[in-house]
């Protein structure tokens, strides 16, 4: 009896612990004050010792003066650091991170686990996704709705993981191939206009936040961008989006899928490459974003024996990324917008702003580039009033860098050293620094 008492308060305190461990809800009661030696706030200021004032989950106030400090306010002291707002990643696959279980090819373990194993598995990702400093995704295709149930998990406080704007399945043409037995079709296979309209329906009842449409062939190791969708399917697909207020994403990899989606009306272009210049300005002129995922190819081609494809491909996907810069080269000097997004999957997640490094190869500033990550990012989300910057009324997402990312862009992707979303610090590495 005794010792089933001692077990079951063993087994209580267990719970507890791993119960406070998932659960870092922010301490709505306290209010913080953090310092920072420098902070650009994505307004067009860049504050020397500023303090962000933060009640609950929002910014109160920015200033500059110690006097502004709200009496009993904790202190949180990162004036060694530069202080960002959160980062926004504008394209993962958050529920398709898969381990490194020794002799199972990462692309297999995408189809044979199950699904609560596979969310289960998304924590770490979502983990190392949060301490790049990356505070909200836009997450753009999953299996079986995982991404409405993260994005539900996270928003209750039961996961730990970036704020998720979530498509549920996208939209894909006919491709199965011959399979004995019966083939039940997959979530988000639509053909013809009338599938279409179905299938943007059933993922906005679903709960979806934003559309996504493969208006091309290429992912993974192929590289190809041959059109799917025709115009007429893409156009209804923005249409039935746009009509439930809802913003459309569309893939393509190759230039034909491009000029359909930008002429149709979609909200952003996902990867394209070899745009023609018709096709550049008419992006310019409708302000459609371009999230060029560059470096997903670079982790590919960095991992491809542990994700399993087969050798060979690596020319190939070479002179895409090549192709991939260029285009981003010319559409960022013909004034298009930018949002960052790193298509993480796999073990990618925590690399998620190396892409910021290739904007500055295409061309931008430093500053250019954070705005991808932040202002843009909110604009593309629609989201704009509460996400993105460091200013009243907005979410307290917030990151502490170690050095200049104005001057050097390295620094905002491999100097984060503490991440608050939502008014809770999420991620802390300047303990055990001593000046
Ligand atoms: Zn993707």
Request: net charge neutral; aromatic share 8%.
């Amino acid at each position: 009896m005794k010792l089933i008492r001692k077990c079951a308060a063993f087994f209580l305190l267990v719970f507890c612990v791993a119960g406070l461990r998932a659960q870092p809800r922010p301490d709505t009661k306290t209010i913080k004050a953090v310092r920072f030696g420098k902070l650009w706030d994505a307004k067009g200021k860049l504050w020397t010792n500023a303090i962000v004032i933060v009640d609950g989950d929002r910014i109160r106030s920015v200033a500059t003066d110690a006097s502004a400090i709200p009496a009993g306010a904790e202190i949180i002291d990162l004036s060694k650091y530069t202080g960002l707002p959160g980062l926004i990643d504008a394209h993962t696959h958050m529920t398709m991170y898969t381990d490194e279980t020794p002799g199972e090819p990462m692309l297999k373990q995408l189809t044979s686990n199950p699904p609560a194993v596979e969310l289960f598995l998304a924590r770490k990702g979502a983990m190392r996704t949060l301490e790049a400093g990356v505070t909200t995704v836009r997450d753009l295709g999953a299996d079986q709705y995982l991404d409405i149930a993260m994005r539900d998990l996270i928003n209750r406080g039961e996961m730990i993981g970036p704020r998720m704007f979530v498509c549920g399945y996208g939209l894909y043409i006919t491709n199965t191939p011959y399979k004995p037995g019966i083939n039940p079709p997959a979530g988000g296979i639509a053909d013809g206009v009338p599938e279409v309209l179905k299938s943007v329906r059933q993922q906005i009842a679903a709960g979806a936040d934003v559309i996504k449409m493969y208006a091309s062939t290429g992912t993974d190791d192929d590289v190809t961008g041959f059109q799917t969708y025709n115009y007429e399917e893409i156009k209804a697909a923005v249409d039935a989006a746009h009509q439930f207020g809802k913003k459309i994403a569309i893939h393509s990899y190759g230039p034909d899928g491009a000029w359909d989606a930008v002429r149709a009306g979609t909200d952003s272009l996902e990867h394209a490459t070899g745009m023609d210049d018709a096709t550049i300005e008419a992006m310019a002129k409708r302000g459609a974003f371009y999230v060029p995922t560059i470096d997903h190819n670079r982790y590919y081609l960095d991992n491809w024996q542990k994700i399993g494809y087969a050798n060979g491909f690596q020319e190939k996907s070479e002179a895409f990324i090549q192709r991939n810069l260029e285009t981003a080269r010319k559409a960022h000097k013909a004034g298009v917008k930018f949002a960052m997004g790193s298509d993480a999957i796999y073990t990618m997640f925590g690399e998620n702003t190396r892409e910021l490094g290739w904007f500055v190869r295409a061309g931008m500033t430093p500053e250019q580039a954070l705005r991808t990550a932040t202002t843009n990012g909110a604009e593309l989300l629609g989201k704009e009033k509460e996400l993105g910057a460091v200013a009243p009324g907005y979410f307290a997402d917030l990151v502490a860098v170690e050095g200049d990312p104005l001057s050097d862009i390295d620094v905002a992707i491999y100097k984060v050293k503490w991440v608050m979303k939502g008014g809770a610090v999420v991620m802390d590495k300047t303990k055990g620094q001593v000046r």
